[in-house]
């Protein structure tokens, strides 16, 4: 994936710049469906604090910061510790949570997630059609 530059910006973006942005982008999910394909799928019998929200949340603060690693994704997160709230997350993950979750959450549950996303996405759309 590319990273897009705005005209004159020479400096690559800092996390804690994107986050307002990336709140923004937040928003734009469809956040009753997810919540229902995440009950759909159970994934949040047994957590604690790193709900597949959080989850979901960590992996696309990824994508949009150009992450790297793990530790990228927890020490980003964990400079914007006061914005977290706003997008529905109750603290930065650790890096071991991030991993224990990578392996032990079923992906089903994320397939889904993308696919509601996709659809919600181009409904003016007639270039796409969902298949399943």
């Excluded at 999910?29 to 949340?57: A, M, R, Y």
């Excluded at 150009?66 to 980003?76: E, K, P, T, V």
């Excluded at 977290?84 to 959450?105: C, D, F, M, V």
């Excluded at 181009?122 to 270039?127: E, G, P, R």
């Amino acid at each position: 994936m590319k990273n897009i530059r705005l005209v004159g910006e020479n400096k690559k973006t800092t996390p804690m710049a994107k986050i307002t942005l990336f709140s923004q982008v937040l928003q734009l999910l469809p956040k009753e469906q997810i919540k229902k394909i995440i009950n759909d799928h159970g994934t949040d019998k047994c957590s604690k604090s790193f709900d597949t929200w959080s989850h979901l949340v960590s992996m696309i603060f990824c994508q949009f910061t150009d992450c790297n690693s793990l530790r990228d994704i927890s020490h980003g997160m964990r400079s914007a510790q006061g914005n977290l709230n706003h997008l529905g997350i109750k603290s930065a993950p650790s890096k071991s949570t991030i991993a224990y979750q990578n392996e032990h959450r079923n992906s089903e549950v994320f397939k889904d997630i993308y696919y509601e996303v996709f659809k919600a996405t181009s409904k003016n759309s007639t270039f796409y059609e969902i298949i399943s």
